[in-house]
């Protein structure tokens, strides 16, 4: 019940394209968190989801929460190189601690 | 921008012997927490700690391993007897007080030979 499916695994893409990762769960979430971690660092937040629905974005990045709130996606447009790195999906249970999902990892051809 | 830092950035160590991560979360945060990551695997949860206690601690924070906070700005991992398995990235975060938002340390590797 707590594990978090992350699809694709890996994705090598082009400069310039736009990518699609997605997250699901058996169970129903209150809270839904995106998160990058580039090579041998630490992962940093990229975008929290906090209802059912909710559509945010940050930059590139858009990323919403399903309405079933057992589902979430993460899309990047017109992905650069930096961009590289493994995104995870990451929720908060009742105790505010995270579970990571398997994490997608995103390389960029220039 | 205040950061969390995390030293040292690698450590390698002997089987059995004892080691120290430490951390110094950002300066208005209370609530701190361990996560490892093994090699190509997920980030997990080890353990987390507010009011100079732990709140929660995931089955992996066995008996060998302990955290403290001496002091007022430092977070500290203690890893008693260590095991070959322990080899991994240990990251350090914290947050506000009521807010989600996780905030993780670069990180520190950890070898055991």
């Known amino acids: 019940g707590q594990q978090l499916n992350q699809s694709p695994q890996s994705m090598f893409i082009q400069e310039g394209e736009d990518v699609s990762m997605n997250c699901t769960s058996s169970s129903i979430f209150n809270t839904w968190l995106w998160y990058k971690q580039d090579p041998g660092e630490g992962p940093v937040l990229l975008i929290a989801l906090y209802k059912a629905g909710e559509l945010t974005s940050n930059g590139r990045l858009t990323a919403q929460f399903g309405i079933t709130r057992k589902d979430s996606f993460l899309n990047i447009s017109a992905s650069i190189p930096s961009d590289v790195g493994i995104y995870f999906c990451?929720?908060?249970?009742?105790?505010?601690?995270?579970?990571f999902g398997s994490g997608t990892r995103l390389l960029v051809r220039p | 921008e205040p950061e969390v830092t995390q030293t040292p950035s690698h450590q390698v160590t002997q089987m059995g012997q004892e080691v120290i991560l430490r951390c110094v979360p950002i300066?208005?945060?209370?609530?701190f927490y361990w996560y490892r990551q093994i090699l190509g695997q997920k980030v997990e949860f080890l353990v987390s700690f507010y009011n100079n206690e732990i709140s929660e601690k995931s089955e992996i924070f066995d008996d060998q391993f302990s955290v403290e906070r001496p002091d007022g700005s430092n977070f500290t991992l203690k890893i008693r007897s260590t095991k070959l398995e322990d080899s991994a990235m240990y990251f350090c975060?914290?947050?506000?007080?009521?807010?989600?938002?996780?905030?993780f340390g670069p990180g520190t590797r950890l070898t055991v030979t």
């Open positions: 300066s208005n945060h209370l609530y």
């Open positions: 990451v929720r908060m249970d009742s105790s505010y601690k995270l579970i």
């Open positions: 975060a914290s947050s506000e007080p009521f807010k989600y938002e996780q905030y």
